[in-house]
């Protein structure tokens, strides 16, 4: 089983940058992909971005040119790097894995954007 934790949440201002943080409990080279969905309030959890082990990546189109996903194997950790945010970013956002037909959910972190 594949635990996860995210961290790097919080309040920012419009435009604003945060780095979000999922750490995994095992070697994420032995996961075929990890990535970052999110939920807003009244809404359905959507995706954000997606890696795999190969560093293929993919992003929702409402993210595209401000959101960076990158991932650190030798730390175990998943990033999402977040710039130019606007208040339609406001969301619970929650790391994923993907390994040997499981998909593995973090708890969440919240992130408000708002001035």
């Known amino acids: 089983q594949v635990q996860l934790v995210e961290s790097g949440g919080g309040l920012v201002q419009p435009g604003g940058s945060l780095r979000l943080s999922c750490a995994a409990s095992e070697r994420i080279f032995r996961i075929y992909r990890m990535g970052w969905y999110r939920q807003a309030p009244g809404k359905q959890r959507e995706l954000v971005a997606t890696?795999?082990?190969?560093?293929?990546?993919n992003y929702a189109d409402s993210v595209k040119g401000r959101f960076t996903i990158s991932r650190d194997n030798a730390k175990n950790t998943v990033y999402l790097q977040m710039n130019s945010l606007k208040p339609e970013d406001t969301a619970v956002y929650y790391c994923?894995?993907?390994?040997?037909?499981?998909?593995?959910w973090g708890q969440g972190t919240r992130v408000t954007v708002s001035s």
């Open positions: 890696i795999t082990n190969g560093a293929t990546t």
């Open positions: 994923n894995a993907y390994k040997d037909g499981i998909l593995y």
